[in-house]
Each structure stands twice: as structure tokens, then as C-alpha cells.
């Protein structure tokens, strides 16, 4: 999958782009769903929080923090999608 062994080469990172921007796009959209029990502010600020870590993470280099920032974001995706607010965002 990767090309590089440890750091990301320009050919994984254009490769993870696509699937990063879905996964930002439906956090955002998860945490609009009526499901979970937030008021407007405590959404802005889950939001504003889903934001500064996917800005954080665009930086990131290393393949191996790459694989497992993808992994928590499908995870924290499935417990949005059932209602539960994912415990590093609360």
C-alpha cells in the first residue's frame, strides 16, 4: 500500500487524500445528526475540535501514525453513526 517504509512518500500521501477528505467530511456531517445529545454550542465546539485534528494530522509524516489516524477516524465515524459521542472528542 505505502511505497515508503517509514515516512510518506508524495505518491501515499496524494493517495490518502481522497479517503482523508470522505472521513473529515462525514465527521462533520455525523456530528449534525440529531442522534446525539448536544446542544449548538457543544456541536460548534466538537466541530472546531474534528477540525484542529484533522489540521494536525495533515502534517503528520510517518506512515505508521497515518494508518492508525485513518483507523481512529473510521472507528470514531462508526460510534457517531450510533449515537455515542467518540471519547477523545468529548
Not at 23 to 44: C, I
Not at 67 to 90: M, N, R, V
Request: no cysteine; proline share 3%; glycine share 4%.
Amino acid at each position: 500500500m505505502y511505497k515508503g517504509l517509514i515516512w510518506a512518500s508524495a505518491e501515499d500521501l496524494a493517495r490518502n487524500r481522497g479517503k482523508v477528505l470522505s472521513l473529515y467530511r462525514q465527521v462533520l456531517r455525523s456530528l449534525n445528526s440529531p442522534d446525539l445529545p448536544l446542544n449548538l454550542a457543544a456541536r460548534l465546539h466538537r466541530k472546531a475540535q474534528a477540525r484542529a485534528i484533522f489540521m494536525l494530522a495533515a502534517e503528520e509524516r510517518s506512515v505508521h501514525n497515518i494508518k492508525d489516524l485513518l483507523d481512529i477516524a473510521e472507528y470514531s465515524l462508526s460510534l457517531l453513526k450510533k449515537g455515542e459521542i467518540p471519547k477523545y472528542i468529548q
